[in-house]
């Protein structure tokens, strides 16, 4: 995984993913971890689509995605390291959809559409989501590209023209 491909909040919810592993003394950190990381981010688009596809959804996904975690055996030690083949395979599907989607960078939008497979799925479908209506839900909260596009926009009209391009990728990297 090249974090330099990742936004700033992806890279927060892998984090919180990594946390809440270690907290609950499992020995990888597991898709459900990840996807509960993005179901409780302050200000991500995870709890947007959730609350624009049914007002409470968030709250039954946690509730799914904690009963699941659960059952996960729990082992004493230096747990939650590491990511799972699950976990890895997942990071290389959410990077294929950023390129399908001709995104610079893997944002939560990208994870989110790469979970309705696996425990993930089975805990989206328990919370009555579906890929088809978060794809809807994203194109109506909006999605990073669009919101990068705007912030380039704003910094070229506010004179940011000195910048290098990188210097303007990282300065709108969400």
Known sequence: MNQDKYTTKSLEALSAAQAEAARLDHQNIEPLHLLLALVSQEGGVVPA????????????????????????????????????RESAALLAEAEKCAAAMQDDFVSCEHLLLSMFTGDTGEALSAAGITKEAAEKALREV???????????????KAGALGLSREDLREAIRV
């Open 49 to 84: 689509v959730l609350e624009k596809l049914a007002p409470g959804s968030a709250k039954k996904l946690t509730g799914e995605i904690v009963r699941m975690l659960d059952r996960k055996p729990r082992v004493k030690g230096e747990g939650g390291k590491y990511f799972s």
């Open 142 to 156: 909006g999605s990073p590209r669009v919101l990068n596009l705007i912030l380039l926009g704003a910094a070229l």
